[in-house]
């Protein structure tokens, strides 16, 4: 028991997300839920400093600004950040907003049960840029991510390999440097995948109307008079 405690979940850990000094059934416990993959995010709360602004009330420009200010990004922030990476732009008016997109999409997973005004983790956010980046990794990350099974760990390792995260812990609370830094380089591979929306090409015949919705039809152009060619 003292091997898995120390060199897979160190005592300080185990403490986190137990919430007091772990007894070996405790830590044998803890131990089994972390290999399957299950959702703990440790002691995750709101940050304790304040931030240089109001994220709120920032532009969408201005707000990527921000996050290289901030020490720590909540997931309200996160949430706004991978929208920014897909949509190109964030229109939702809320958090409710955001994390009901993020789900239907498939960005992020309902059972994460992520609340606003805590701070993220990197395991959560490497698994939202995996996903809008369409990384899919190796065996494991695909077999065992689908399931749910340390979806957020393997998505972690894959960015970690790729060199667009440095290396970490799931668990760690994520930076707003950090964020910044990942999203211009997950930016970079939208950009060689094609993966965001070109201009869309208009179909439609409205320009080629007049007011009472008779098609504009231009008169016939005449063929050029030309001479007489030789027989």
Same mark, same amino acid.
Request: some cysteine.
């Given at each position: #028991?003292?091997?898995?405690?120390?060199?897979? *979940?160190?005592?300080?850990?185990?403490?986190?997300?137990?919430?007091?000094?772990?007894?070996?059934?405790?830590?044998?416990?803890?131990?089994?839920?972390?290999?399957?993959?299950?959702?703990?995010?440790?002691?995750?709360?709101?940050?304790?400093?304040?931030?240089?602004? $109001?994220?709120?009330?920032? !532009? &969408?420009?201005?707000?990527?600004?921000?996050?290289?200010? *901030?020490?720590?990004?909540?997931?309200?922030?996160?949430?706004?950040?991978?929208?920014?990476?897909? &949509?190109?732009?964030?229109?939702?008016?809320?958090?409710?907003?955001?994390?009901?997109?993020?789900?239907?999409?498939?960005?992020?997973?309902?059972?994460?049960?992520?609340?606003?005004? $805590? *701070?993220?983790?990197?395991?959560?956010?490497?698994? @939202?840029?995996?996903?809008?980046?369409? /990384?899919?990794?190796?065996?494991?990350?695909?077999?065992?991510?689908?399931?749910?099974?340390? &979806?957020?760990?393997?998505? #972690?390792?894959?960015? /970690?390999?790729?060199? @667009?995260?440095?290396?970490?812990?799931?668990?760690?609370? @994520?930076?707003?440097?950090?964020?910044?830094?990942? #999203?211009?380089?997950?930016?970079?591979? #939208?950009?060689?995948?094609?993966?965001?929306? !070109?201009?869309?090409?208009?179909?439609?015949?409205?320009?080629?109307? &007049?007011?009472?919705? $008779?098609?504009? *039809?231009?008169?016939?152009?005449?063929?050029?008079?030309?001479? $007489?060619?030789?027989?």
């Amino acid at each position: #028991m003292v091997f898995l405690t120390n060199n897979f *979940v160190p005592a300080a850990r185990l403490r986190c997300i137990i919430g007091h000094q772990p007894t070996p059934l405790r830590i044998l416990a803890c131990f089994l839920a972390l290999s399957l993959g299950i959702g703990i995010l440790g002691c995750t709360g709101p940050r304790t400093s304040a931030p240089p602004a $109001n994220a709120a009330e920032l !532009s &969408d420009e201005g707000f990527h600004a921000y996050l290289t200010e *901030v020490d720590v990004v909540t997931v309200d922030e996160a949430y706004r950040a991978m929208l920014i990476l897909a &949509d190109g732009e964030d229109t939702s008016a809320n958090f409710e907003e955001r994390r009901q997109k993020l789900e239907d999409r498939g960005i992020t997973r309902a059972a994460w049960k992520l609340q606003p005004e $805590n *701070v993220i983790d990197v395991g959560s956010v490497a698994f @939202m840029v995996c996903r809008i980046c369409q /990384i899919h990794g190796g065996i494991n990350m695909r077999l065992f991510g689908s399931w749910g099974l340390s &979806d957020r760990r393997y998505a #972690m390792r894959e960015l /970690i390999y790729r060199e @667009m995260l440095i290396d970490t812990v799931d668990y760690d609370f @994520m930076s707003g440097a950090a964020l910044a830094a990942l #999203m211009r380089k997950a930016d970079e591979i #939208m950009e060689k995948k094609g993966l965001y929306e !070109s201009p869309g090409v208009e179909l439609s015949d409205e320009r080629d109307r &007049d007011e009472q919705g $008779n098609l504009i *039809v231009p008169p016939p152009v005449k063929p050029p008079n030309r001479p $007489n060619q030789p027989q």
